[in-house]
Each structure stands twice: as structure tokens, then as C-alpha cells.
């Protein structure tokens, strides 16, 4: 039997040896032919060996191919130290180690550091292989038990985690300066684009490696639940929209997750989101910048529902974000703000025509008065700039201004009269940037013609009304002192914003002397002494002002027509700064910022419980309604006296909850901008 068995493996020696000699014949011939096709094709030859040398490679030296992979890879070589210190375990392991893929250590990821770095490396594109799929390895991390993860390829394992830290310092800070190298990558113009690196002729052999690089870094992104490693992340992936500009669907995936950063993430993971997403915009090639202003706007509306005080300053910073990506292209703003102004126009008309509690819900909630906010800002921030007739988004000013106006007189009742200071606000913004005449201050003296300003205030207790926290005032604080009080100051703040931008026209006198005739009346009705002590000072600094304007106009020596003069005599006027209301509203809204800073302070305010509240206050307005039948006649001789509420903004006064909104209908912005 021992003899049989020695027979047994003398035949499998021989049975090994010959495969061993026909493999090195297969190889000699296989040479024989490289030669043969480098003397007859030579063309042929060089463009093989400059695209893809790694077949040329076969021919040179007898080293198998695994032994040759790992040493271009930057692999240790069979016997080194590494492997010595390794020791057994890697023998151990090795049956494992050729299902899995092959063990990273720390000094392949220096090796491969190091050929990144060196431009004269002959071998740059088998290092940038090799990155890659150790990247995509370590992006793929975790990934064994999730069914719906990428299948990537497992050539590298990492099993540390000081190499996984590694390996994304080096492809995340090497590979896109390597890339910029080989693919010559141009500066981006703002508005136009510029060239991608698909059109470098680097860029064709290494198409597939820079594409597997992309996937495995949004796959990455997609995992990450750590800010700073998301800041990290983020910064990097700023230097690589260039190549995402090359790859419309990926570009496209990259856009949508970055606008899910931008409205969800912490502040600082936000601002890196929207320099991403800015810079995709600014390099990539036309359709994507509408793609971009259209998610970024409607990403902004879905998340002003329920702006509580402690989103309120976010909102602020989204706003800042939408417009100045906005600003990029004047041409895809002017389209865009075209079709979504029509939009609101559109809710407006349809509540005014129907004159329906949701139709009126479509218009007074949170999401049409940000709607209004980031394009009254656009206007101004752009119009200030260009220097006012040199932009070509004025024409969209009149429709803007328009609907504002709209909204404002579509339900003038007390208990709106929050939201009007909103509109008001806004278009005092609009005014400014643009400097375009808009006559507000009509709006706000209706304020004070009110019957809820003129009669004595019953004496209720509470906290100080925050009007700018409201769409509407609660039932409960109608005729309160809290609400004489904070209406009047709002009022009287705007008004002198409006009338401090006309400070320094020549026409000032007989632009507020209406005004002027309007606030002595006012003056002589009013019984409330809070809402008559705010309006005085006004009326005395505008009787003031008009004089100051009288005198120096009588002393001009040029005529209302010639308008270069005027022009001249009102900057000459304003670089002095001596208007006595320009200076007191100053001195005002130097102290209005101030009790505000001290009110915010003291407000310790949660988002849900600020909901909580609004609700609750709600509900007891609604059991107030339900009240005795003479409470109900005493409601019916009110809705004679206030011929101008409309019926169904009665409807919505009697059941509606507390600044309760509906869904901004985004549906109807969803337009196709191909």
C-alpha cells in the first residue's frame, strides 16, 4: 500500500510539473507575439503602452501576477519585515484572507501617499487604482449585513482603525489634488461654467476609477452621523463638484443629498452643505443651476411651517443661502421668481374670488410670508447692487409689491394685524434696496383708525405681546393694554422706517402732510395714553423734519425740473446727516433692539411647547365662542359695526386654531424646468 501511494504522488508531481512547463510555454508565446506586434505595429504598440500598460507589463520579468500586483500596489514584498511581523496570524488567517480580500496595513496606505504625491511616479494610475479600491473598501465598512448596499469589490479589507482613518485621509486629501494634476482642471467662471475634466485628455483611462471614487464617497456621506467627520467630509467634497459636474447622475444624487444637510444637519454641517451645493452650481454645465435654484427654494419652504423663536434665527440663515445662490445667474433667477410670484398671485386671487377658509389659509400662513421674504430680499440684495435700472430682475417688483399689497388687504381685522406688520416689514426692505417708492404708510395708519386702537383697554394681565412670533392675535387679547401697546409700537417703528427713506427728498413736506392731518385726528379720538404717547413723538418729528426740508430747499437756486440738480441737493444733504427724524428714528431703533435682545433672553422657549401653547390658547378661544346666546347678539351687533370683515373671515375667526397653517400646496410649484 506504501507503494502505491508513493506512485500516487510521483504522478501528481509529474501531472504539477507539466502544467508548470505548459503555463511558462504559454508565456513564452505569449511574448513572442508583444515582439512580433512591436516590430510590425508600432502605433499600435505605443498607444497600448500609453493607455493601458498594464497588459505590456506580462512580458517583462517572471513573476507571477500576484507577486507583481503587490508591488506595484505598494505592497510588502515576500519576506520583508512587515511579514515578519505579522507572524503566524497571518498564516492562520489566510483562508479567510482569500474570501474577503486582502489586509491593509499602515504602511501600503504611506506607499500609496507617497505615489500620489510624485508626479515623475510612472505608476501613478496603478496607485490611484489601488486607492481607490481601498477607499471604496473602507466606505463599504459595516456594509455585510445591509441588503440594500452597493455591491463593491472586496480585493482590500480593513480590520483597524487607525488604517480606516488613514485610508480617508489619503483618497479624500491626495486623490482630488492627483486628479487636478492629470486631468488639468481649469478655474470656474461664476453664471457660465467651465470646462470639465471629461475634456482633458487625461481623463478618458482613469473615467472608471474617478466615477467608483464619487459612489463610494456619497456612500460615505450617507453613513456619517458624526458632525465633525460630516464637516470633513463636506469641505473635501468642495474641491470635487468639478467631477461630479462629469457624471449628470451622480451630480444629481449629490445635490439631493446636500439639500437634505442643508434644512436637517447641525449650523456648521449646514454652511458646508450649501458651499457644496453653491459650487456644483457654479461649475456645473446648464441644466443643472435650475435643478439647483428649484430644490434649494422649495427645500426652504417645506421648512418654514412652524417657525418658532428657536428655528427663527436658522430660517434667517436659509433665507441668506437661497438668495445668494440665487444671485449666481440673473437669467435662471428671472425665471424662476417669475413663475413663483405668479404662484402666490395665484393663491391670492382664488381666496379673493372664493372668499373660503382654506383659500384664506392658503395665503395667511407662515409659508406664503417666506415665500414673499426671500424674494422681496432677492430684489433688494440684486437691485442694490447693479445699481437699480441695471438689473434685469426689475420688472418683477410691481407683481411683487402687488401681491404683498393683497395679502395685506385681504382680511383687515384686528387679529391679522400681525401678519400685516410682516408685509410691511418686507416691503420696507424692498423699498430700501431697490429705491423704489412704496407707499406704506397708508397701511399702518389704518392701524391706528381702528376701533380696537381708540377705546380704553379693558385691564387684562399677561405677558407683553411678541407680534413678531404671530400670524394672528388670540381673541383673548383683543382690546387689551398688551395688544394696544405692541400694536402701536410695531406701527409707529415701521412708519418711521418708511418715512426715515424719505427723509432727504425734496418732496418730503407734501408727501407726509397728509399723514401729518391724519395723526392730529387721530390724536384727538384716541382714549388709550400708551397708543397716543408712541404716536406724538412721530407727529412732532415730522412736523420738524418738514420744516428743515422747507429751509434748505429755499435756499437752492434751481428749479423742480431740473433734476441732476435735485439729485445733488439731496445727496449733498444726506452726506450731512442733520434730518432731525432720520436721527431720532436712529436713537429709536437703538433701544427697540435692545428690549429685544432682553426679551429674547428672558424667553426660554421650546419649539413643540411653543405649538403646545398656541394650540391651548386656541382651544380656549373656540370655548369662548361657544358661549351664552347673548354673547352671540353682542357678536352680530360687532360684525354691523365692522362693515369691512368679510364673511368667511368671520367663518375663520370663530373655529380656526392658532395660527394653525396647511400645507403650502408645493405641488403647484412642482414645474418642469427642462
Known amino acids: 500500500d506504501d507503494d502505491d501511494d508513493d506512485d500516487d504522488d510521483d504522478d501528481e508531481d509529474d501531472s504539477a510539473s507539466a502544467s508548470v512547463d505548459g503555463l511558462k510555454a504559454e508565456i513564452s508565446k505569449h511574448k513572442a507575439s508583444l515582439e512580433k506586434l512591436k516590430r510590425e505595429q508600432p502605433e499600435f504598440y505605443a498607444f497600448m503602452k500609453e493607455n493601458d500598460p498594464s497588459l505590456l507589463d506580462f512580458a517583462e520579468g517572471g513573476a507571477s501576477e500576484s507577486e507583481s500586483d ?117 478655474p470656474a467662471k461664476p453664471g457660465r461654467g467651465a470646462p470639465l475634466p471629461s475634456t482633458s485628455k487625461g481623463y478618458t483611462p482613469i473615467k472608471g476609477m474617478i466615477k467608483s471614487f464619487l459612489e463610494s464617497t456619497l456612500h460615505l456621506v ?134 373660503k377658509k382654506d383659500s384664506y389659509l392658503a395665503v395667511y400662513n407662515w409659508q406664503f410670508l417666506y415665500a414673499l421674504r426671500v424674494w422681496a430680499k432677492l430684489l433688494a440684495v440684486v437691485m442694490k447692487d447693479d445699481g437699480g435700472s441695471a438689473s434685469g430682475l426689475k420688472p418683477l417688483i410691481y407683481p411683487l409689491v402687488q401681491v404683498t399689497m393683497g395679502a395685506i388687504r385681504l382680511i383687515p381685522t384686528p387679529r391679522y394685524f400681525a401678519y400685516r406688520f410682516h408685509c410691511v416689514r418686507l416691503l420696507a426692505v424692498l423699498a430700501e434696496g431697490t429705491g423704489v417708492y412704496i407707499p406704506l404708510t397708508h397701511e399702518l395708519l389704518d ?134 427724524l432720520a436721527r431720532y428714528y436712529r436713537v429709536l431703533e437703538a433701544s427697540e433692539e435692545n428690549r429685544k435682545r432682553m426679551q429674547e433672553a428672558t424667553q426660554v422657549v421650546e419649539g413643540e411647547d411653543y405649538r403646545k401653547r398656541s394650540r391651548a390658547q386656541d382651544d380656549s378661544d373656540d370655548d369662548s365662542d361657544g358661549g351664552s346666546a347673548t354673547k352671540k347678539k353682542g357678536k352680530k351687533k360687532h360684525a354691523k359695526k365692522e362693515v369691512e370683515t368679510p364673511a368667511a373671515a368671520e367663518a375663520m375667526d370663530e373655529d380656526e386654531e392658532e395660527d394653525t397653517v396647511r400645507d403650502f400646496m408645493l405641488d403647484d410649484f412642482a414645474w418642469d424646468s427642462d
Not at 496570524?89 to 500609496?112: N, Y
Not at 444637510?261 to 458646508?272: D, F, I, L, M, Y
Not at 385726528?521 to 426740508?549: D, G, H, Q, T, Y
Open 70 to 186: 503587490e508591488e506595484e500596489e505598494g505592497g510588502p514584498a515576500v519576506g520583508s519585515d512587515d511579514d515578519e511581523e505579522a507572524g503566524d496570524s497571518e498564516d492562520e488567517e489566510a483562508p479567510a484572507a482569500k474570501k474577503t480580500g486582502r489586509v491593509i496595513t499602515m504602511l501600503m496606505v504611506r506607499q500609496w501617499t507617497k505615489g500620489l504625491a510624485d508626479p515623475s511616479n510612472g505608476k501613478s494610475h496603478h496607485t490611484l487604482r489601488a486607492v481607490v479600491m481601498a477607499y471604496s473598501a473602507a466606505t463599504s465598512f459595516g456594509d455585510e449585513e445591509d441588503e440594500d448596499a452597493p455591491k463593491r469589490s472586496k480585493r482590500y479589507r480593513i480590520e483597524s482603525g487607525k488604517v480606516f482613518n488613514a485610508v480617508l485621509n489619503c483618497a479624500l486629501r491626495h486623490v482630488p489634488t492627483f486628479l487636478d494634476r492629470v486631468c488639468a482642471v481649469k
Open 222 to 355: 450617507e453613513k456619517i452621523s458624526s458632525e465633525e467627520t460630516d464637516i470633513f467630509m463636506l469641505n473635501s467634497m468642495t474641491h470635487m463638484c468639478s467631477y461630479f459636474a462629469c457624471f449628470p447622475k451622480l451630480n444629481r444624487a449629490l445635490l439631493k443629498l446636500m439639500l437634505h444637510r442643508w434644512s436637517h444637519a447641525a449650523e456648521s454641517v449646514r454652511v458646508a452643505a450649501f458651499l457644496v451645493i453653491r459650487m456644483s452650481a457654479i461649475v456645473s454645465p446648464y441644466p443643472f443651476i435650475d435643478l439647483a435654484l428649484k430644490g434649494i427654494y422649495l427645500t426652504f419652504i417645506r421648512n418654514c411651517k412652524f417657525p418658532t423663536p428657536v428655528v427663527r434665527p436658522t430660517l434667517t440663515f436659509m433665507l441668506n443661502a437661497v438668495v445668494e445662490l440665487y444671485r449666481l445667474d440673473e437669467v435662471a433667477a428671472y425665471q424662476h421668481a417669475f413663475v413663483y410670484i405668479r404662484q402666490l398671485a395665484i393663491h391670492l386671487r382664488n381666496a379673493i374670488v372664493a372668499k
Open 447 to 580: 392701524i391706528f383708525e381702528n376701533s380696537e386702537l381708540k377705546k380704553k383697554p379693558k385691564p387684562v394681565t399677561g405677558k407683553p405681546l411678541v407680534l413678531q412670533n404671530l400670524l394672528k392675535v388670540p381673541k383673548s387679547q383683543l382690546n387689551s393694554p398688551q395688544f394696544q401697546d405692541a400694536a402701536a409700537a410695531e406701527a409707529t417703528s415701521l412708519a418711521l422706517r418708511a418715512y426715515t427713506g424719505l427723509a432727504y427728498s425734496i418732496g418730503f413736506p407734501e408727501c407726509v402732510f397728509p399723514e401729518i392731518v391724519r395723526i392730529r385726528k387721530f390724536l384727538k379720538e384716541c382714549k388709550s395714553v400708551s397708543v397716543s404717547k408712541r404716536l406724538k413723538p412721530v407727529l412732532e418729528k415730522l412736523e420738524e423734519n418738514s420744516a428743515f426740508i422747507q429751509r434748505n430747499r429755499a435756499n437752492g437756486g434751481f428749479s423742480p425740473k431740473d433734476h441732476a440738480a435735485v439729485t445733488a441737493w439731496e445727496e449733498t444733504l444726506k452726506a450731512a446727516g442733520q434730518s432731525p
